[in-house]
């Protein structure tokens, strides 16, 4: 029912930012959460930020300070501002929709495509 597209990976230094978008099309909910999970190549996906239909937000430790995750409901979008990026940032980013439930285990309804991330030293 949901498609999700992402969008706004690149290569930037330390230090630099990024902004990510995550356009949801074909259904609308009330209850759901958003995600941001990432891989890195030969390491598990981790996820990074999360964010309810309510507003309420939370985050790895890692990117807390750093990351900031908004929703534009109006647009139907989801972003993952990153700011202050650092080498072990880099990875594939892929955002995930749930909805009725908001477990970092899933189920997941939808996932994006993912778009990578790369930060130089």
């Known amino acids: 029912q949901v498609t999700l597209v992402e969008s706004g990976g690149g290569s930037v230094q330390s230090g630099g930012s990024l902004r990510l978008s995550c356009a949801a099309s074909?259904?609308?909910?009330?209850?759901?959460?958003m995600f941001w999970f990432r891989q890195a190549p030969g390491k598990e996906r981790e996820g990074v930020a999360v964010i309810r239909d309510s507003g309420n937000t939370n985050y790895r430790d890692s990117v807390k300070g750093r990351f900031l995750i908004s929703l534009d409901n109006a647009k139907n979008t989801l972003y993952l501002q990153m700011n202050s990026l650092k080498p072990e940032d880099t990875a594939m980013y892929y955002c995930a929709v749930s909805v009725g439930w908001c477990s970092w285990e899933g189920p997941f309804n939808a996932w994006g495509q993912g778009t990578q991330v790369t930060v130089s030293s």
């Open positions: 074909g259904a609308t909910y009330s209850s759901y959460c």
